[in-house]
């Protein structure tokens, strides 16, 4: 998880959203990390976890990843966790809960659909606080010092993480 945050702050640094992934092979070996991408690349899918899962891929020559295991900061959204579904990752681990976002324990909770081909074992709230401390940190800086009085009370300062 600590490589998966190095990456987020790498994210953060650069502007994007501070997200990182790292996909780790079953001896340890680190496949694939990233950090979003998305304003760099204009890319809407350059999501931290379809990078790691791709690069991951590409060391492997190979679309599926049954054996590896997937450390990501925040909990994955729909087009990630289905990427993760149709790489078949053995398990993944998340920090920050996202319930706005979020499509593995909030949402349309990928996993638990029929229509799922298959289904990680998910743990979720890894470091939870130091990832949604990242998050709200990036947001606010983004905001601006007074974003707080300006917030119409009873809402939420970054939704979804607090």
Do not use: W
């Amino acid at each position: 998880m600590a490589r998966a945050f190095a990456e987020a702050a790498a994210a953060g640094a650069r502007g994007e959203v501070p997200v990182g992934a790292v996909v780790v092979a079953a001896d340890g070996a680190v496949l694939g990390a990233a950090g979003n991408r998305v304003e760099e690349l204009c890319d809407p899918t350059a999501h931290a976890e379809l990078l790691a899962i791709r690069a991951a891929c590409a060391a492997r020559a190979a679309p599926r990843l049954p054996d590896c295991d997937l450390y990501v900061t925040l909990e994955p959204c729909a087009l990630c966790a289905a990427a993760i579904s149709f790489a078949r990752l053995r398990r993944l681990f998340f920090g920050a809960y996202d319930p706005k976002g979020g499509a593995v324990d909030h949402g349309p909770r990928l996993f638990t659909q029929p229509t799922c081909h298959h289904a990680p074992e998910v743990v979720g709230g890894i470091e939870e606080r130091r990832a949604g401390a990242l998050l709200r940190g990036f947001f606010a800086a983004r905001r601006g010092p007074d974003a707080e009085a300006r917030r119409v009370p009873g809402t939420r300062s970054t939704p979804g993480l607090g």
